[in-house]
């Protein structure tokens, strides 16, 4: 598997990761992404619809929808995180974007620990418009603290169980350096984001000096979201970006 890979029908490229999402996203040469904000999040199939209207009426193929950030009820086990992820890409696959094998968009899906929805939700969503001048742009997806794998969550997680501030700082500290990993695959870096968020319902303070904010993570400040990741088995996740064009609507 190639490192990064062009999807030029969407006018970005993306790193290959698992069917359900790419590692991360960024506009090719003679495109931006945008990225869109619902003031509340929308159920999945409205969800998929009012961003099918919206990316139309752009004047942009469905193609090029490029990254999502979903909130769910609560966390899955292994088999329903499958089953979920099974039934989200057949929408992909209908608009040309999922070929069976490789996904390119990238996402982030998480579940907030106070007033969960009731069902599965977009956040927000991406999509590249042309823009010959425009910066370069991208959006890594959301990652926690397991390791790459088949194997079950349990048996990759760092630290699996555990929560104390040591632990969360070695969490941490996995997942900040596979976010700079992604970045640097596209060919990004700290200096050049524009938003970096942390989902966790524990304490961040014991790192969030030497872990975030002296490596540049935090140039734009530290969006945190008490939020949980979508496996029981996980306890820190993050995602950041380098988007000039957001809207809330």
Not at 153 to 175: L, N, P
Request: glycine share 8%; net charge neutral; charged share 25%.
């Amino acid at each position: 598997m190639t490192a990064v890979s062009d999807f030029t029908r969407g006018g970005y490229k993306y790193i290959p990761a698992v069917f359900q999402y790419s590692g991360g996203i960024a506009a090719l040469p003679g495109y931006k992404i945008e990225r869109v904000r619902f003031h509340n999040a929308v159920p999945m199939a409205e969800g998929f619809k009012r961003i099918a209207e919206y990316i139309t009426d752009r004047g942009r193929p469905l193609t090029a929808f490029c990254a999502c950030e979903l909130r769910t009820p609560a966390p899955w086990d292994d088999a329903g995180f499958i089953a979920f992820n099974k039934g989200y890409v057949v929408t992909l696959s209908e608009w040309g974007i999922f070929d069976g094998t490789r996904n390119p968009v990238a996402r982030s899906n998480l579940c907030p620990a106070l007033d969960p929805p009731n069902e599965e939700c977009f956040h927000a969503f991406a999509f590249t418009v042309k823009a010959n001048d425009a910066a370069p742009s991208f959006i890594n997806a959301g990652g926690a603290e397991a390791r790459p794998g088949s194997e079950p969550y349990a048996q990759r997680t760092i630290r699996h169980g555990e929560t104390s501030a040591d632990a969360m700082t070695e969490k941490a500290r996995f997942v900040i350096a596979e976010q700079e990993r992604r970045m640097g695959l596209l060919g990004f870096d700290w200096s050049q984001t524009t938003a970096t968020q942390v989902y966790t319902i524990y304490d961040i303070y014991p790192f969030l000096a030497d872990q975030l904010v002296r490596r540049g993570a935090a140039r734009a400040g530290i969006t945190l979201h008490h939020h949980r990741p979508p496996l029981r088995d996980l306890d820190y996740e993050m995602d950041c970006r380098g988007v000039r064009t957001e809207l809330i609507i």
